[in-house]
């Protein structure tokens, strides 16, 4: 639920690559992807969207995207951390916020899936047929030096648990048992600059970590006590796939800082391998941590559902219509 550190995305590209030539086979390959245009549709809705130059175009289409935009830009500001130099920025209150308020939306400058299928009459190795594509030359450029599988800022963006058509839904048919592979996001904070003031969910800290900790059933069991205590906020399915938008689950007063739980397994890329005796612990207590996120989103997205159902019915229309 939270963003995964472990994604395997093999192929990269840009939704430009078909100006390729065509003696490049991972271009032609591409090309005859049925995936790929309504990865690269959504992308370019996405950035006309998010786009400050151009999002008026989503935003000024209805008095209450409208209404939406100027609240959640008054409610935060991004600064440096309060948690330390190490950890960058993030987003802080300006104001007291109540529960179950948006207080900003997750931008999208590549998007992808992970799809596995059984292995061929050639071989008998299971083929990894996942792919993420970036929305621009620019953005190829920083998602090559800095691959999805490691990025800060990569999310799950549409996941059974999210109830929600995903971009890829029209390829599955759900009543034949198909299931619709997850879409991933991602972002490149080159472009931050660029995004209309909404769009700052991806500035949002975790409160607790498990950097420079040796990770055991003991350890993980703390981060997760002192991130929950600390999460205020957590990111939900908002309007069409892939929006996301944050919603606050407690109180949130004036100068804090805004926090959701990434969970463990994002952390886990970043630390020393586990001893195998604490392998078991550790299991069990993701499961539990895993099963109390499912419930902490399926409030919060309860929540949007009831406080916020015009802007996100006028959301998917807008986005429809771009
Ligand atoms: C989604 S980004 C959050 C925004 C980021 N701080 C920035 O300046 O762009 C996630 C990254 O923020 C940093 N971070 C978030 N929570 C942290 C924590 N509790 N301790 C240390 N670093 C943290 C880590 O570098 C992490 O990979």
Redesign the pocket.
């Known amino acids: 639920f939270a963003?995964s550190k472990h994604g395997c995305f093999r192929t990269s590209t840009s939704i430009n690559s078909s100006e390729k030539s065509e003696a490049d086979t991972t271009t032609v390959t591409i090309q005859s992807n049925p995936f790929l245009p309504l990865l690269s549709e959504g992308l370019r809705r996405t950035s006309i969207a998010t786009n400050k130059a151009t999002s008026d175009q989503v935003f000024a289409s209805s008095p209450s995207l409208q209404r939406l935009r100027q609240q959640v830009k008054q409610l935060t500001k991004v600064a440096p951390?309060s948690?330390g130099e190490?950890?960058?920025?993030?987003l802080f209150a300006t104001k007291n916020i109540k529960a179950g308020t948006i207080v900003g939306l997750y931008p999208a400058h590549a998007l992808g899936y992970e799809l596995v299928a059984p292995p061929t009459d050639d071989s008998d190795e299971m083929q990894d047929l996942s792919m993420f594509i970036a929305g621009s030359n620019e953005d190829e450029l920083y998602f090559q030096a800095n691959p999805h599988g490691n990025s800060?800022?990569l999310h799950a963006t549409d996941q059974p648990l999210f109830q929600r058509q995903s971009l890829l839904s029209s390829l599955f048919d759900e009543s034949k048992d198909e299931m619709t592979p997850p879409l991933y996001l991602d972002v490149n904070?080159n472009r931050n600059n660029e995004l209309d003031g909404i769009w700052t969910s991806?500035?949002?800290?975790?409160?607790?970590?498990l950097?420079n900790t040796k990770v055991d059933g003991d350890s993980i069991e703390q981060y997760y006590v002192q991130s929950t205590k600390a999460k205020n906020c957590c990111h939900i399915p908002f309007g069409p796939s892939p929006i996301l938008a944050t919603i606050t689950t407690k109180k949130v007063k004036k100068g804090e800082e805004l926090f959701t739980s990434?969970g463990v397994v994002y952390w886990l890329g970043s630390v020393e391998d586990p001893d195998e005796a604490d392998v078991a612990v550790m299991t069990e207590k993701l499961q539990e941590q895993i099963v109390e996120s499912a419930r902490d989103l399926q409030k919060a997205m309860e929540s949007a559902s009831t406080g916020y159902t015009n802007e996100s019915s006028d959301l998917d229309q807008a986005f429809n219509n771009l």
């Open positions: 963003p951390s948690l190490h950890a960058g920025d993030g800060p800022y904070p991806h500035y949002i800290n975790d409160g607790a970590s950097l990434y």
